[in-house]
């Protein structure tokens, strides 16, 4: 028997504002931020969906801006430099113990200390960077400024500054700085604010 269209109405109403209302008290970003050092960082975002695990550990910048279900280890020291980018559904990991969880077997649930197998390495990741969605940032890595992670891309090691990268194991594919000139030719007032963080010696 098919629905009255007061009913549908009925529903869709409802869902509609159920939508809004768990959007607003669950997802909702707002502006605002504090440091593990106490700092304040007023142009921060950092989605409540995301997991941060070990934030005593992460050094993170201002203008910074965290999107939504991203998994953040900082555990073995991560620093977020100002204007970075992380999308969604990224996973930025210091540690890794799978290969002694295999090598150890059950021992490994009472040992305690360094375990064979175990790598704990920091993370930088540059001012001013993009983290595409779906990409791993691997225990040790180092992103230079400017740089630019594409969607699904698995990174690992150290990278220069306006990098690219692209695929899984990710490698330089291009510089940001080529497909920033151009933008930068048609806004020209942009040149100094760019400068600011890219150095001038850097810049387009």
Partial sequence: MPRSTSAVWLRA??????????????YRMVFGEQAADGRLLPHTRIAPSTCIDAAHALQLADHVFIGQFNFIDASAGLVIEEGVQITHFVSIITHSTHRSVRLMGQRGSTTTGARPGDVRAPVRIGAYSFIGPHSLVEAGSTLGRGTLVCAYSRVRGTFPDFAVLQGDPACVVGDTRERDAAWLEKDPELAEAYRAWAGAEKAP
């Fill in 13 to 26: 109403t409802l869902n509609r504002w159920r939508r809004r209302i768990w959007h607003a008290w669950a």
